[in-house]
C-alpha cells in the first residue's frame, strides 16, 4: 500500500512563493505517474499538475501554467510544487495524488488515481 505524505503548506503574502513537497512510501515511486490538485471547502477536487513516472511528460492547469512547477525525485520518493507568484485566489488545501502507469503518461483527472496525500493547506493573504 503506498502511503503519500504533504508538506511544506503555509502561510504567504501575495506575490510570493512556497514549496510543497509529498513524499510516498510502500511502493516503487518510479512506476508512478504523480498529480497535485487542490480543493476548496464546498467544491470538487481541481487539478493542478502532473508527472509522468519518468519525469519526461508534465502538464499543467491553465491559471497556474507559468508561475507552478511540478517536478520529481525519484531517488528520494518525493514529488514537489514550487509555486510561485502566489494569489489569494490560491488559497485551498493542496494534495498529492499517486497512479502506478507506463513511464511518459500525464493524468489529469482526479477520480483515476489510487493514492492520496492528507492534503496541506495553502493560505495566501492580499
Known amino acids: 500500500q503506498v502511503q503519500l505524505v504533504e508538506s511544506g503548506g503555509g502561510l504567504v503574502q501575495a506575490g510570493g512563493s512556497l514549496s510543497l513537497s509529498c513524499t510516498a512510501s510502500?511502493?516503487?515511486?518510479?512506476?508512478?505517474?504523480m498529480g497535485w490538485f487542490r480543493q476548496a471547502p464546498g467544491k470538487e477536487r481541481e487539478f493542478v499538475a502532473s508527472i509522468s513516472a519518468n519525469g519526461g511528460a508534465r502538464y499543467y492547469e491553465d491559471s497556474v501554467k507559468g508561475r507552478f512547477t511540478i517536478s520529481r525525485d525519484n531517488a528520494k520518493n518525493t514529488v514537489y510544487l514550487l509555486m510561485n507568484s502566489l494569489k489569494p485566489e490560491d488559497t485551498v488545501v493542496y494534495y498529492c495524488?499517486?497512479?502506478?502507469?507506463?513511464?511518459?503518461?500525464?493524468?489529469?483527472?482526479?477520480?483515476?488515481?489510487?493514492?492520496w496525500g492528507q492534503g496541506t493547506q495553502v493560505t495566501v493573504s492580499s
Open positions: 510502500g511502493g516503487t515511486f518510479s512506476n508512478y505517474t
Open positions: 495524488a499517486g497512479r502506478r502507469t507506463s513511464l511518459n503518461t500525464v493524468l489529469l483527472t482526479a477520480g483515476v488515481y489510487n493514492y
